[in-house]
């Protein structure tokens, strides 16, 4: 196991810096800010400053797809948990409010057969915790059965690990607003909201202008990304947004520059903050997924727990606000340390939580 860099930890110094480096990179581009660095904590004609938990502590939570490998595992004489029962119980023990279903199956040897729904619930309320969502399959010919699992778990977000459509062209985002926005409708009935996550390629440029090629279809782009089209389709009653913060960054390192309708490069740089911070009320959850730099990289970064890495949350969540509605979900698909290592995945969720817990709001 690689020990994580403890020179990188999210120290009360860093949260410091972090705020002051929002306030003047963000200030600028005429979003309300609040200035946390050091001239900011006094008393003014506003009283004293108090400091609050950036993301409270009844919303912060976990995508068990992080531990994915102690969930699934068979019992062993490793020490380290495995099954819902046990995975459930030390995640609640280090702090762990909320947890994001990525399926509901574990070894089938734990209890002879495959847990059920209303046996995760009740886990779930042994342990303080509350499903805040799922990657399913949102298929039209399942969803009841979706919904219906959702509301046996106590979940308000039911949702996808993948993009409506992996497509560049117009018609494909069309026709799949056409479906989530009926599907949102349904949720909605029954109190729960929909919602899309996204990796890089949904943060990718349409190809909606131009030549046309053999099939009839568009070549160049008039330089809309693909989700902020599907922004303007999607039914803001009903359709809502989760973004992983991790592959947001990726795709601001991948997709810069497209060809326009006059065959020109041109260069635009993808914002992940203004994406949120202009619309925030549609963004009920995150992936609070943390990456080094690595630029020689296909995807620019390289995944780590989070507060080790070289993504400022505290600037992201700061700006976004709305601090009681968003939903931090920690999120690391490495982590898991396999057969050499099987403890990995929970030490980083230990370590990621404590990250989490640390970053911080000064308010009036």
Known sequence: MTEPRSTKALTRRRVLAASAGAAAALGAAGLPVLQTAAPAIGHGKGGKLRAEPLIPSRNRGIILYSVRDRITAAPDDSGVPYGF????????????????????????????RQITPTEIRKILDD????????????????????????????????????DPTNSPY?????????????LGRRAHKRGIKLYTHNHDAAYSFLLDTGPLDAQGRPTRSSGKRRLEYFFDLADPRYVY?????????????????????????RTEIFDPILTVANRTKR????????????????????????????????????????????????????APGGAANPGQSLSFAEISYQNMSELTIYRR
Do not use: C
Request: glycine fraction near 10%; hydrophobic fraction near 35%; aromatic fraction near 12%.
């Open 85 to 112: 029962e046990r995975v459930l119980a030390r995640l609640a023990e280090i702090g762990y409010k909320e947890v994001e279903f990525a399926g509901y199956t574990q070894h089938p040897s734990i209890l002879g």
């Open 127 to 162: 342990n303080g915790l509350v499903a805040n969502g799922t990657h399913t399959q949102i298929n039209p010919d399942t969803f009841e059965q979706q919904l219906d699992i959702a509301e046996e778990l106590g979940m308000k977000h039911i949702g996808t690990g993948a």
């Open 170 to 182: 117009k018609s494909d985002w069309d026709a799949a607003a056409d479906i989530w926005n009926e």
């Open 241 to 265: 947004f989760e973004m992983d913060i991790y592959w947001a960054y990726v795709a601001r390192f991948k997709y810069t520059t497209y060809t326009d309708r006059q065959g020109r490069t």
């Open 283 to 334: 963004f009920p959850l995150f992936h609070a997924k943390d990456g080094d730099r690595a630029p020689e990289r296909p995807d620019g970064h390289v995944m780590v727990p989070l507060g080790e890495g070289d993504i400022n949350f505290q600037q992201f969540f700061e700006v976004i606000g709305e601090q009681n509605y968003h939903h931090a979900n920690w999120e690391q698909d490495t």
